[in-house]
């Protein structure tokens, strides 16, 4: 299969290398690792605590190149030993579930920043080239004990990038390597415990969708697109930069909608209100962050804010640049219809075998055409499958806005001097 140009940038950079994975045996990492071994690298290192998952992904892989590391990222002795040798490191071991880092504060607070900082500081002393850290949408104005650790892990590893040696070429070959940057992306549209494997197996169990609150918008993302981002990255990385990648989003109600007519089901809901530690709307990328942003096209990198350790350029020097950007949000960024969900929907692999349908690349029957091949019916002509996936979008009426969402986000961000 054709590789697009970063995967093959990326390919090109790591061929003979050593890749670490931090919680390598997660959504996110099974799927960056499917990507990397089409690659020529060296070595790559799963790392994560229990043995079970390691165990039946080992059985799967059955692939000499992957080395599977017990370890706890809390345990600095447990990272130094996976961290010997390691050209590149993808930091995505973490709590991320929002109800249980919200139960059990400290338990965010050692594995989301003090495991953030022993990673960090392991491959700085290994001399690793590059850190890539996983963050989420819920680290911006955060408002839960998830967002907030996560918050706190993004300036933990970003600060390693203010080290005056680290990333720069100078210093000793050990301290001046590493480059340390993060990414920050919103909901994986079908990843573990998310609301779309829940919608899905409720209808299927014949269930009405337990919606939260109708209007709630969230960002959508295919986990290829969460890959790609991480590639991105990789491949850009400067010490301190935040790569964002612009993503269209949707309301919950139009989820719910778009996932009960692709599964040919009547909507039926139980509107159960919002739920503690949840935002009406998340922001990925905040005005302040915006105003250093530099467009990539579908990405944004947010720069360092570079004043280096001058305590008195905190105090006494302020921006007198003139604010005339807003938050990146889920409520501002270009929005998807029922019609857009229902096709972003059936992008994803985890839907199109729900549907019993082949992979994307080849457009596959409708589900329609799909449901009347499995019943030994005609395709009838209206389910023949028409033009590729495409997202579509539609802008979001004014008045469906928060009043801080004037401008469309995914335009270049503005700051007049
Ligand atoms: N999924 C999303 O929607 C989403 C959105 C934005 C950002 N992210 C970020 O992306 C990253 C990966 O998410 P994911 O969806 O792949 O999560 P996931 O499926 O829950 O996987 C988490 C991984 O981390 C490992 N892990 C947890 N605690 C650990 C510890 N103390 N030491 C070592 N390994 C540990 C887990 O394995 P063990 O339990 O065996 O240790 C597992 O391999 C996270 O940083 C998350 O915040 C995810």
Redesign the pocket.
């Known amino acids: 299969m054709a590789r697009s140009p970063l995967t093959a940038t990326v390919a090109k950079a790591l061929r003979g290398k050593t890749v670490l994975i931090?919680?390598?045996?997660?959504?996110?990492?099974r799927a960056v690792l499917e990507r990397l071994r089409t690659m020529d690298l060296a070595q790559i290192r799963i790392?994560?605590?229990?043995e079970l998952?390691?165990e039946l992904m080992r059985v799967e892989l059955s692939d000499p190149k992957i080395q599977f590391i017990i370890?706890?990222?809390?345990s600095r002795e447990s990272v130094d030993a996976a961290m010997r040798g390691v050209d590149y490191v993808f930091h995505?071991?973490?709590?991320?579930q929002v109800p249980s880092c919200e139960f059990f504060p400290m338990q965010a607070v050692y594995?989301n920043i003090i495991?953030s900082h022993n990673v960090v500081e392991s491959a700085i002393a290994h001399g690793v080239d590059r850190v890539i850290c996983?963050?989420?949408?819920k680290a911006v104005q955060p408002v839960n004990a998830m967002g907030m650790t996560?918050a706190l892990m993004e300036k933990v590893a970003l600060s390693a990038a203010r080290d005056p040696l680290v990333g720069t070429g100078r210093g000793t070959p050990r301290e001046r390597r590493t480059i340390v940057a993060a990414v920050r992306?919103?909901?994986?549209m079908y990843?573990?415990?998310?609301v779309i494997p829940l919608f899905v197996s409720q209808i299927r169990a014949g269930r009405p969708l337990t919606i939260t609150e109708p209007g709630m918008t969230r960002f959508l993302l295919p986990l290829s697109g969460?890959i790609d981002l991480i590639l991105f990255a990789f491949a850009h990385a400067q010490p301190g930069d935040i790569f964002i990648r612009k993503s269209p989003a949707c309301t919950v109600a139009d989820l719910a909608q778009g996932t009960a007519d692709l599964l040919e089901a009547p909507l039926k809901v139980h509107h159960i209100g919002m739920r503690h530690g949840e935002k009406l709307y998340e922001t990925l990328a905040s005005r302040e962050e915006l105003r250093r942003a530099q467009d990539m096209g579908d990405y944004w990198r947010v720069r360092m804010d570079g004043r280096g350790l001058e305590y008195a350029k905190y105090f006494t020097e302020g921006d007198t640049g003139e604010v005339e950007v807003d938050d990146y949000t889920s409520h501002n960024t270009e929005r998807l219809d029922v019609e857009g969900v229902r096709r972003l929907l059936l992008t994803l692999p985890e839907m199109r075998a729900e549907l019993a349908l082949g992979p994307a690349a080849d457009r596959g029957p409708s589900p329609r055409a799909a449901r009347a091949r499995r019943n030994g019916k005609a395709v009838p002509a209206s389910a023949r499958p028409t033009a590729p996936a495409r997202m579509e979008r539609v802008a979001t009426p004014d008045a469906d806005r928060p009043r801080t969402a004037a401008r469309s986000a995914g335009s270049r961000p503005r700051a007049r001097r």
């Not at 790392?47 to 229990?50: A, E, T």
């Not at 995505?92 to 991320?96: F, I, N, Q, S």
């Open positions: 931090t919680g390598g045996t997660g959504s996110f990492g790392f994560s605590r229990d998952k390691q370890g706890d990222v809390r995505a071991a973490a709590l991320k594995t495991g996983l963050s989420t949408d996560k992306y919103g909901n994986v990843s573990r415990g998310s969460a």
